[in-house]
């Protein structure tokens, strides 16, 4: 198999695990809103102030590695209840699509020898997947004002 079909391969499976997750979310969140989805699933929901890692970015997921509840998702305290609600939803899309998680791949050396490696690494289309999860979690979640966490 070339590392193209190894990739073609891994990105079937992140629609399919996609989709197995929608399902889910349809049976066990359909009309919550998107904190109560939060909670449901353990991540966190902190508002912070303006910071460094905020010059192009109005919200990050984290994967802290410290126990139960390790799952954060940091948002800008200066958000719009629109704009709050987008951000989350599409934080929450890397969530459930386990972006930036510790996974294995199939890894091809120069020489073409292939060896099962675990990696963690952004992929560019994790933005355009996130944003799609997003749109779901904002169409099944339960249209009512966010509260804000601090």
Sequence with gaps: MSPKDLL????RCRIRDAGQRKTELKEKCSGDSLDEIAAQYGVRIKTLPFASWQRDARGRYRRLFDGPESYVIHLAEDLSPEEREEVLAHELGH???RHGE?????MVDQTG???WRLYRRSEP???TEAEEFGKFLTSLA???PTKRVR
């Design 8 to 11: 073609a391969e891994e990105r």
């Design 95 to 97: 969530f459930f699509l």
């Design 102 to 106: 510790l996974r294995h791949r199939w």
């Design 113 to 115: 020898k292939r060896e």
């Design 125 to 127: 289309e994790w933005e």
């Design 142 to 144: 339960r249209r009512r």
